[in-house]
């Protein structure tokens, strides 16, 4: 792409897709920091967890706030894409954010919600009662685990793998195209493996290692859309004439 090409592009447009993306980046990895690894595989353990935790229904509430954040950044991102394929990719990769998103909603405002309230319920609940909650939260779990690693794929494997190309197609570093390629490839990858197989390997490497991963390319991604577009700034810019 040569540089009166680039030069087309709005730097706001870079702004605004620089800004959220870091800021909802920091945001689900603070969130999910703050969410902590919850032992999804043993119910009752899970349940103790959940009882314990400070705002477990706040931090879910918080992250869907931080991903909503971040895909508008790659909406915006897809938007500032001036080379035919890339714009090609951009548009996919929104729309599979799009998707993604609305899944990831669902997921966790289900988990976020019903977590608490059978968290707080098996606490007041008598010993007699608790197995019957403790059976609730496994069933429940049971059917979130479909939905949360589909949501994980859609949402930040298969945009990473279209983004990836389409920054370098773009011309911007080569090195966080071929990332974002390599870490997008890797969760997608690793989704369907657990969505096949639940027990093939530890969630924490795909919950935890592979997500925040993302982030830090998201973030990456933004500080060098920030920089572009003060360059682009600068060279747009009327010559100050001496008075």
């Known amino acids: 792409m040569d540089q009166q090409q680039q030069l087309r592009v709005d730097p706001a447009a870079r702004r605004l897709a620089a800004v959220c993306m870091i800021l909802g980046s920091v945001a689900v990895l603070g969130f999910r920091l703050a969410h902590g690894d919850l032992p999804a595989a043993e119910p009752e ?47 996919l990769g929104a729309a599979s954010v799009l998707v993604g998103a609305a899944i990831f909603t669902v997921e966790h405002s289900i988990d976020g919600v019903a977590g608490q309230a059978l968290a707080t319920a098996w606490t007041a609940a008598p010993a007699s009662g608790q197995a019957e909650i403790v059976r609730a939260v496994d069933t429940a779990f049971t059917m979130l685990r479909g939905t949360s690693v589909i949501a994980i794929a859609v949402l930040w494997g298969v945009p990473l793998v279209l983004f990836g190309r389409a920054v370098m197609l773009e011309d911007h570093p080569s090195w966080l195209g071929w990332t974002g390629v390599a870490v997008g490839a890797a969760t997608t990858l690793g989704a369907i493996s657990l969505f096949l197989q639940s027990d093939l390997f530890p969630g924490v490497l795909l919950y935890g290692l592979l997500v925040s991963v993302v982030q830090l390319w998201s973030v990456a991604v933004g500080g060098m859309l920030w920089r572009r577009a003060r360059t682009t700034l600068g060279a747009t810019a009327p010559p100050r004439h001496g008075t």
């Open 45 to 91: 353990a899970a349940l103790r967890f959940i009882a314990n935790h400070a705002a477990y229904a706040g931090v879910h509430l918080g992250t869907i706030l931080g991903v909503l954040v971040w895909a508008g950044g790659l909406i915006a991102l897809s938007g500032t894409l001036t080379h035919q394929a890339a714009r090609l990719l951009g548009r």
